[in-house]
């Protein structure tokens, strides 16, 4: 069976600090593009950050440039999201998802292309 499973979400006061994985199993991500995407209740789905095959493209959307950063594991077949300088803003359901054929990493998050999807992991920033 080929699935994502998003960990590591949770409570956080404003400033905290979270990181959120997204295993692989049933495939191997190596080829593929994995992008981290969020939702928050009455809005559309943001993409946030992804990341290219190779690790050479990396894309951050401007809401969480300079806090969060993307990176991936091979080998644990795993991709990760650090989360710095947590905001009551950032409070969402946090999806990662990955796609076999991107045009760029700047697509894939802006467009939420996805061929595979987790099921999401509540991040709550609150004090």
């Known amino acids: 069976q080929l699935q994502l499973v998003e960990s590591g979400g949770g409570s956080v006061q404003p400033g905290g600090s979270l990181r959120l994985s997204c295993a692989a199993s049933g495939f191997s991500l190596d080829y593929y593009g994995v992008g981290w995407f969020r939702q928050a209740p009455g809005k559309e789905r943001e993409g946030l950050s992804c990341?290219?095959?190779?690790?050479?493209?990396?894309y951050y959307a401007d809401s969480v440039k300079g806090r969060f950063t993307i990176s991936r594991d091979n080998a644990k077949n795993t991709v990760y999201l650090q989360m710095n300088s947590l905001k009551p803003e950032d409070t969402a359901v946090y999806y990662c998802?990955?796609?076999?054929?991107?045009?760029?990493?700047?697509?894939?998050?802006?467009?939420?292309?996805?061929?595979?999807w987790g099921q999401g992991t509540q991040v709550t920033v609150s004090s």
């Open positions: 990341i290219s095959s190779n690790n050479k493209s990396i």
């Open positions: 998802a990955a796609r076999s054929r991107i045009t760029t990493v700047q697509a894939m998050c802006v467009l939420n292309r996805g061929d595979y």
